[in-house]
C-alpha cells in the first residue's frame, strides 16, 4: 500500500485526531460472478482523461461572514476546506474579482475603482486565498468577474477591462499568489471571442504568461445553449487557441435545492476540442440537503460529460440569512457572533473524492459509469504509481447491490489491500460520515463491495486519509443585543465587522467634520450589474434575522453629495432584484426633508409620516432613529421624535444603511439596543419538521433554515387540497410558550396561511387541538399562544391559504412573546 502523494501540512487550528478505526479484514475468494454481481473490470492502461481536481467557488458575497469569524473557530473552518487529509481537501479555488455590485448575495470590492485608482488590500478574497495556499500548496487558483467597475470606456468586452484584470494580476503577485487560471464575465449571455484573444495577448505582454485562461462560463437552459462556447471556438482558431479550459455552469441543470443531477452532458464538438472540459460552477444547494446531488455531479460530470473538474458554489455558507440562497454552501458558518458552524455531509462527498485523487490523475474510462441498480461509480489511477481509487455514489438506489471488482494481471495497478471509506448520505448521525470501515485483501485481484442505497463509497490503495472533528462547533445562538460600533477600530479603507454590503461599498475612512473615523459608500461610478441582479443604490445590511424587531436603532448621518440617506430597520428580507429589502425606512434627503416609510415586498413605498428639518445643510451631521416596539413605531432626529406610527406589516429583521444614489455619504456610531425582552427560542437545529404534502424543494425542513426567502409550500403540480400541516419535533419536552409562523415575504399570496388550527402532542401519536383562528395575509410574523405545560411535538394545520399552504419560517419560544394571541 502507498500514501497517496500529498504535501505534508499540518492543520493551522487545533488538529483533531484522523480517523483511526481499526481496518475490518475481509478476506476473498475467486469464484465466478453471480447472476446478480455487477462486474467493474479495473485496468490501468484503460483511456481516460486527466482530472483536474474538485473545488469550490468563493463568490458572490458568500464567504462575507467567514472572514469576521473568531479564533480558533475560523482557522478550524478552514482546515476542514484546505488541509490535507482533514476535510474536503478542496484542489481548486474559485474567487470573484469584485466589482462592487450585487453578484447575488452581496457586493465585493473592486480593487481598480478608477483608472488611476489601484488597491490591492481591498476585499477579503486575498486573505482567503493566502489561507488556502497556507495549508495546501498545491491548491489552483483561479479568477472570474461577476460585475465590474463601471469607469471601462467600451464596457466589460473593452481594452480597459483587460488593464483591469492585469492590474489584478499584479495584485495577486503583491500577496505573493500565482493566479493560475482567469475567466471572464460569469454566466453572460454572450462573451466576445476577440476579447479572450486580446487578453490572451496582455497575459503574455505584461509577465502574465503562466496564467491560463478559462472561457466562457455560460449557462444555458438546454444543452446546445449551454455549449454553444464550443461551437465557436471549433469554427475559430485564434480563440480556441487562446482558450485553455472550456467551462460552463451547471452542467447537470440548475435547480436550488431539488435538482436531482441525474446527468451531466456535454457535446461531441466540445469533447472534439483537445482542451479540459470544467464544470466551473455547480451546486446551489443548502449544506445540510445538498451531498446527494453533489456526489451525483462529481461522478457523472465526468461519465456524461467527459468534464475533468467540478466546481461547488459556494464554499461556505457564510452570508446572511435573510439574503437569497442563504445556507448554500459546503459548511454553516454564518454565525461569527457566536462563532458557531457545522460541517455536512455535502463536505464529506467532497472528501470522497478530494482526499483519494490528486489533479494529475488519470480517469479510466472502462471502468467508470453506471450501476446497474441505481447509482454510479468512477475510477482514476496515480500516473506515477500502480495507486487508484474508486468512487461510488448510490444516491438513487433503492436495494444493495453487489459490485465485484476485477484486476487483470496486466492491468498496471496496484494489489496491495483496498481502503473502504464512506458516507450514509440518509444518516443524520455524524458517526456515518466519512469513516474507514474496512481492508479488502484480495491476493488474486478480485475483490466484491455491497453497495447500500444513499451512500458514497470510496475505495483506494492509497493512505493518509483522516479526518477532523465531525459535528457542530460553539453555541448556536442569535446575535446577542445591545450593538455598538463607532468604526475607529476599522483600519481605513475596509469594511467594518458584520456589515454586509449588498451593493456598493461601506468602507471606514476619516470623518469629515468631526474626529475619528466612520464609514463612508465610497463608489461614485454605477457599475456594470451581472447579469441576473438589476441595481439597486448603495445598501449595506446588519445583524441576526431571527431578532423579534423590539429595538431601536440609532445612527449619526451626513448626507454629503447623495441625494438621500435611509435607516433601515426591521428588514425582513433582501430580495435579489432591484430595491428589495422590505421594512421600515427613515429617509432624510438633501434638502432636509425627512420621511417615515414603509417597504413592501412588492417594492411600494407607502410614506407613514414626512416632514422638514428647520435648519439643515448636506454636509452637517444628523442623528437619525427608528424605535419599534410591538405594533408602534417612532421616528427620531436629533434625539427628538418626529413621528409615531402603528404598524404591523414587519415585526422582526435586519437594521441596514441606504444611500440614494451613487453618491458619497457617511454614518457613524450605529447603535442597537432593545426595547423590550426578546423571546427566548428553540435552536432550529435542535427540531426537525415533517409535512402532510409538500412541492419538490419546498420540502419541511425550510422553515428551520433561518431564511425567509426559502419556504414550505405544498404541491401544485398536482394542486395539494387543503387542510395540509406541518409537524415540528422539539426534540424532548420543552415548556414552549408560543409557535411563531412566518410566511413568505414576497408579493405572491399563494401559501401564507389565513385560517389555521394549532395541535400539540407529546408522544407525537395522539394530538390535541388548542387553538385555531385566522391571520391577515401579510408578511409579518405570527405569534400563537400556547397553553402552560410541556410539549414535544406540535403542528400547525392550515385551512385557507390562497388553496395552499406554506411557512418560510417555523419558530418555538420558551419565553412569552408580545402580541401573542
Known sequence: MHRLIRRTVRPLAVLAAAATCAALLLPQQAPAAAADEQVVTLDGESAGRTFDGIGALSAGASSRLLVDYPEPARSRILDYLFTPGYGAELQILRVEIGGDVNSTAGSEPSHMRAATDLDCDRGYEWWLMREAKQRNPDIVLSGLSWGAPGWFDGGFWSQDNIDHLVAWLDCAQHHGLSIDYLGGWNESEDFEPSWFVALDEALEANGHADTKIIAADGWGADLAERWKVADVMAADDEFRDAVDVLSVHYPCGQQYNGAPFDHCPSTQTAQDLGVPLWSGEQGSQKYDIGAGPLAKAINRSYIDGRMTATVNWAMTASFYTSIPYAGVGLMRAYQPWSGYFETSKSLWSMAHTGQFAEPGWRYLDDASGYLDSGGSYVTLRSPDTGDYSVVIESVDAESPQTVRFEIPDDAGLSTAPVQVWRTDLRSDQHADWFTQEATIRHDDGTYRLTVQPGHVYTLTTTAGQGQGKVGTFGTDRAMKLPYRDDFDATPHGRSPRLLSDFNGAFEAVDCPGRRGGCVEQVVTTEPIAWRYTTHTTPLTVLGDPHWFGDYRV????????????????????????????????????????????????????TALAEGRLDRFHPRQWHRLSLAFRGEQISAFIDNRRVARVDDARHNRGQVGLMVGDWQRAQFDNLTITPTGPSPVLVPQGEISATATNAHLGYEAANVLDANPNSMWHTSWEPQAPLPQSITLDLGRRRPATALLYTPRYDSNPNANITEYTVHVSSDGDSFTPVTSGSW?????????????????????EAHAGNGYAGAAELNVALTPVRGAA
Open 554 to 605: 440609532a445612527v449619526d448621518a451626513r448626507v454629503d453629495q447623495a441625494q438621500h440617506v435611509d435607516l433601515l430597520g426591521r428588514v425582513d428580507g433582501v430580495q435579489l432584484g432591484a430595491g428589495g429589502q422590505p421594512g421600515y425606512r427613515l429617509r432624510l434627503d438633501r434638502s432636509g426633508r425627512w420621511t417615515l416609510i414603509e417597504y413592501a415586498s412588492d417594492r411600494t413605498e
Open 776 to 796: 391577515p395575509a401579510d408578511g409579518a410574523t405570527k405569534a400563537v399562544a400556547l397553553p402552560p405545560g410541556r410539549v414535544r411535538y406540535i403542528r400547525l
